[in-house]
């Protein structure tokens, strides 16, 4: 996956369900939203979920250039949000969602 352009932000809607994580080729055990948060948060990643409507946004918060994979488990689909501005953001095939998240200044 390449990452040019990548923002240090994502904005995804419909995140919901279990996700099988991969992060820089690092597959996380299938778990739920708070497994992910958790994971994710010691990496400087935070995830934050808005209800109106529901929005998913990933920022980077850290030094290192991150690149996520998320394949839905027991999940539904996710979009990218209409203020979404990464343009490494792709949902593929069988729902599968892909982004780069640069690094923080």
Do not use: H, K
């Not at 109106?52 to 850290?62: A, K, L, R």
């Amino acid at each position: 996956m390449g990452c040019e352009g990548a923002t240090t932000d994502a904005v995804m809607t419909l995140m919901e369900g279990l996700w099988q994580v991969t992060i820089d080729d690092i597959e996380l055990e299938v778990g739920s939203w708070e497994y992910i948060v958790s994971t994710l948060s010691t990496l400087g990643i935070e995830v934050t979920r808005g209800f109106e409507p529901d929005v998913t946004t990933f920022i980077n918060g850290s030094g290192s250039l991150y690149r996520l994979r998320f394949v839905p488990v027991d999940a539904a689909a996710a979009i990218a949000a209409d203020t979404n501005n990464n343009p490494t953001v792709v949902i593929g095939d069988g729902n599968i969602v892909t982004f780069c998240l640069a690094a923080s200044a």
